[in-house]
């Protein structure tokens, strides 16, 4: 009997040092930052990253912060090994992960975003199309994340076309990560408007 790969949840994705010490800056892809106190040990791997923990590199939180100002938004994390700007820079792009069976519960009305991945969007009957991807909102100059807009979800339609559509909760009905499912009521035009079919003409 083989065993399957464990699925993953994506806490934060390593962006760049910030410090002398080997920490590292990271955008963070849940909502509670605090969860590193209580969840030190994680593992960083490639984006996308299916495999077991033996192919993961295990590492432990020793302490993190949240920036003020341009990076408001996001998280500095302090990893143990990691000492120096050489040491951060070497892991830097890599995504910090928690196996989905170590994840932490989470209240009744919120979701892991990297659950929202694959998720099929209905609106009310209608099929919209599958999740590949969650975009955050940034300032102009991409520098921070803008906390009170919602994420946009980028859902690839039936017929290819990318549409975006905002994972706001005023359009909500249900999310059913197991059965991969986003019930949603849209306004009218929304999908039409956002779509992007990447046709030049």
């Given at each position: 009997?083989?065993q399957?790969?464990?699925?993953?949840?994506v806490?934060a994705?390593?962006l760049?040092?910030q410090?002398?010490?080997g920490?590292?800056l990271?955008?963070?892809?849940?909502d509670?930052?605090?969860?590193?106190?209580?969840?030190?040990?994680?593992?960083?791997a490639p984006?996308g990253?299916?495999g077991?923990?033996?192919?993961a590199?295990?590492?432990e939180?020793?302490?993190?912060?949240?920036?003020v100002?341009?990076?408001?938004?996001?998280v500095?994390l302090?990893?143990a090994?990691?000492e120096?700007?050489?040491?951060a820079?070497?892991?830097?792009?890599?995504?910090?992960l928690?196996?989905?069976?170590?994840?932490l519960?989470?209240?009744d009305?919120?979701?892991?975003?990297?659950?929202l991945i694959?998720c099929t969007?209905y609106?009310?009957?209608t099929?919209?199309?599958?999740?590949?991807d969650v975009?955050?909102a940034t300032?102009?100059?991409?520098?921070?994340?803008?906390t009170?807009?919602?994420p946009?979800l980028?859902?690839?339609s039936?017929?290819?076309?990318e549409?975006l559509?905002?994972?706001a909760k005023a359009?909500?009905v249900?999310?059913?990560?197991?059965?991969k499912?986003i019930?949603?009521?849209?306004p009218e035009g929304l999908?039409?408007v956002?779509r992007s079919s990447?046709d030049?003409?």
């Amino acid at each position: 009997m083989t065993q399957t790969a464990p699925a993953w949840i994506v806490l934060a994705h390593l962006l760049r040092p910030q410090g002398r010490k080997g920490e590292l800056l990271a955008e963070l892809f849940t909502d509670f930052p605090e969860r590193f106190e209580e969840q030190t040990r994680v593992f960083l791997a490639p984006s996308g990253f299916e495999g077991e923990e033996s192919e993961a590199r295990a590492m432990e939180v020793v302490a993190f912060w949240l920036p003020v100002g341009k990076n408001q938004g996001r998280v500095v994390l302090q990893l143990a090994g990691i000492e120096t700007i050489s040491d951060a820079e070497a892991v830097a792009g890599l995504d910090v992960l928690v196996p989905r069976e170590e994840r932490l519960p989470l209240d009744d009305d919120s979701v892991y975003i990297s659950e929202l991945i694959g998720c099929t969007v209905y609106d009310g009957a209608t099929a919209v199309g599958t999740v590949e991807d969650v975009q955050f909102a940034t300032t102009a100059d991409g520098a921070r994340r803008l906390t009170d807009a919602a994420p946009l979800l980028e859902v690839r339609s039936l017929a290819g076309d990318e549409i975006l559509i905002p994972f706001a909760k005023a359009f909500l009905v249900a999310v059913d990560t197991e059965a991969k499912r986003i019930e949603m009521k849209l306004p009218e035009g929304l999908v039409e408007v956002n779509r992007s079919s990447g046709d030049e003409s």
